[in-house]
């Protein structure tokens, strides 16, 4: 159980470096790596060796298409109704944004898995032929309340490749094509 008196102190800092270079990140030291379900081309921390209910995760999916900015409804769409089918979805956060042709969904939310409430952060990054998908989770909201800082210090040091920035850039995107 999650204590409200202590909070989670840093003891260092790692990154993590995709090994096809397509990404990093920066996590906690002590935490814990987990493999990811379904086969997922990616990686997942925990400050839990086992049972990882908490845990920052990245993953990529290659598309079989480029993405462009004016994809963005359809892939909303898509988005909007795979989180629909989550059981006792409460959205707390939605923002979409896009940069060039990458396209961002920013989405927090509870929902129910079995007897737990758990609480999520995701972004939904399309950029080029990639779709990569970040996730914080918390074991339940108080979980997520109380490894906030570092679970959001995941997100903020994720750092694409700079091929991949390009490749979203609109003024050469037709010569990608």
């Known amino acids: ?9 840093y003891t260092g800092i790692r990154t993590y470096r995709d090994p ?3 990404f990093l990140f920066r996590y906690p030291k002590e935490w ?8 997922r081309d990616g990686v997942m921390y925990s400050p839990e060796a ?12 290659r598309l079989e298409h480029r993405v462009v900015a004016e994809d963005v409804d359809v892939l909303r769409e898509g988005v909007d109704e795979g989180l629909s089918q989550l059981a006792n979805l409460n959205l707390e956060f939605t923002e979409d944004r896009t940069f060039g042709n990458l396209i961002r969904f920013h989405r927090i939310y509870t929902f129910d898995e079995g007897e737990a409430t758990r609480q ?8 080029y032929k990639w779709l990569f ?14 490894w906030h800082m570092m679970l959001n210090d995941c997100f903020d040091s994720f750092d694409l ?3 991949l920035w390009y490749a979203s850039d609109r003024e050469v995107a037709s010569d990608l094509a």
């Open 50 to 61: 086992e049972n990882p209910e908490t845990y920052f995760a990245v993953w990529g999916v």
């Open 32 to 39: 814990h790596q987990h493999e990811l379900a379904d086969n």
């Open 161 to 163: 490749a700079h091929e």
């Open 120 to 127: 999520r952060k995701v972004w939904m990054i399309y950029v």
């Open 1 to 9: 159980m999650v204590s409200e008196q202590s909070r989670p102190l």
């Open 20 to 22: 096809v270079g397509r």
């Open 133 to 146: 998908v970040l996730v914080a989770q918390g074991a339940s909201p108080e979980a997520y309340d109380y």
